[in-house]
């Protein structure tokens, strides 16, 4: 169970209209609760040699024990440019920093890949989002089946957030929503056949402002039978990993067989969100503040 500090949303009615008034999530406290203990936290000090000097103070990369970029052109389909560049993605004043540029559509992906990998816990991670039409941040899971050789979906993919920016209400790819996805292969154990499944959740700011206008924790809680997925104290998405639709259960990829690694950065672009237009403001950023992981006490 998750305990979170008490806060109270005051919910006015007025002609049939709920404003949620007086959200603030600016104290918001994570607190994953007694069953858990913390297993890693990357709190983005300062590791190795100045790369750097942007905004006119030293940058410095993501900590190479725990994070390695992930380069090359529209990975995930998206149009961007992932580089390696300190210019895409830098360490300062304790948050990491990812820089989505307009020159070059380059942009940064990290992962923690052979770094940092668990099998079941808490995932969470306090980052303000970007925004804008075409801007497409991500932070989430992915299961690392390399020594069964299954790879994706078979290997399972936990999306703790998405934001597909923009202005496309009709469809809810705007800056207000975040959007939460696990994805698996029905077939459970194997690369053939492949049929991608997918459980996808979405949430709104309770006040309809951006979520780029708030620095929230993003999260997810992963146990041998459910996946949740939650924005602070918000929870918004919940599945049985034990008794999937339409598929094999248990579903291996969520059944503790191997570990997740976590992915973080900015697409660009891509059929989701569409391209960037003339009303994206560049450069984007997505500031993560904290990333940790609790698991369980084995005692
Ligand atoms: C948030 O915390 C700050 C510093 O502790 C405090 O000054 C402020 O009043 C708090 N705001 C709310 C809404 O509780
Ligand atoms: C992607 O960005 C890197 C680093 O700036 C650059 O060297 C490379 O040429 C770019 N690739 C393309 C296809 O533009
Ligand atoms: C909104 O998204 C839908 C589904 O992706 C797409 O068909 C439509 O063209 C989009 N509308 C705009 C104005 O981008
Ligand atoms: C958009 O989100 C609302 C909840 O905020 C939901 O009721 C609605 O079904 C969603 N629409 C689409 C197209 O997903
Ligand atoms: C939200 O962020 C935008 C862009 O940074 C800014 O212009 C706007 O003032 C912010 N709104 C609030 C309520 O903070
Ligand atoms: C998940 O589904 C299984 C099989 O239907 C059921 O036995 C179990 O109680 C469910 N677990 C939770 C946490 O709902
Ligand atoms: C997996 O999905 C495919 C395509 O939707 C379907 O034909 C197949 O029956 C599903 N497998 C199971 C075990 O439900
Ligand atoms: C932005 O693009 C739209 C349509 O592509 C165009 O009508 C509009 O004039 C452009 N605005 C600016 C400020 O360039």
Same mark, same amino acid.
């Given at each position: ?7 109270? *949303?005051?919910? =006015? $009615? ?6 949620? =008034? ?16 913390? @297993? ?30 992930? @380069? ?28 989505? *540029? ?12 052979? *770094? ?33 050789? *299954? ?8 999306? $703790? ?5 923009? /202005?496309? @209400?009709? =469809? ?52 041998? #039978? ?13 599945? /049985?990993?034990?008794?999937?639709? #339409?598929?094999?259960?248990? @579903? ?10 976590? $992915? ?28 940790? =992981?609790?698991?369980?006490?084995? #005692?």
């Amino acid at each position: 169970m998750l305990h979170f500090i008490v806060f109270f *949303l005051f919910i =006015v $009615i007025f002609n049939n209209v709920y404003f949620v =008034v007086g959200w603030d999530p600016s104290n918001f406290t994570f607190n994953p609760g007694q069953d858990y203990e913390l @297993v890693f936290q990357d709190d983005f000090e300062n590791v190795g040699p100045v790369k750097a000097f942007i905004n006119g103070k030293p940058a410095y990369a993501p900590n190479p024990k725990n994070w390695a970029p992930i @380069v090359g052109m529209h990975i995930d389909g998206g149009l961007q440019n992932f580089t390696n560049s300190i210019f895409n993605a830098y360490v300062q004043d304790g948050k990491f920093t990812l820089v989505a *540029l307009k020159e070059g559509l380059t942009s940064g992906m990290y992962a923690s890949k052979n *770094l940092q990998e668990f099998t079941f816990g808490i995932w969470a991670a306090k980052i303000q989002l970007p925004y804008g039409k075409g801007i497409w941040p991500a932070w989430w899971l992915l299961g690392n089946a390399d020594k069964y050789k *299954l790879k994706w979906p078979t290997c399972g993919e936990n999306d $703790i957030l998405e934001m597909v920016g923009g /202005n496309n @209400v009709s =469809v809810n790819l705007t800056d207000q929503y975040a959007h939460g996805t696990v994805h698996w292969n029905n077939q459970s154990n194997t690369m053939k056949p492949v049929f991608n499944k997918q459980i996808h959740q979405q949430w709104k700011t309770p006040d309809d402002s951006m979520l780029h206008n708030h620095s929230l924790v993003y999260w997810t809680e992963w146990t041998p #039978e459910q996946i949740t997925i939650g924005v602070n104290e918000f929870i918004y998405s919940r599945i /049985n990993t034990t008794n999937l639709p #339409e598929s094999i259960n248990p @579903v291996w990829a969520f059944s503790g067989k191997w570990p997740f690694y976590m $992915i973080i950065n900015i697409g660009i672009g891509g059929e989701w969100p569409g391209p960037p237009d003339n009303t994206t403001v560049w450069p984007q950023l997505m500031v993560t503040d904290w990333i940790r =992981v609790y698991q369980k006490k084995t #005692e």
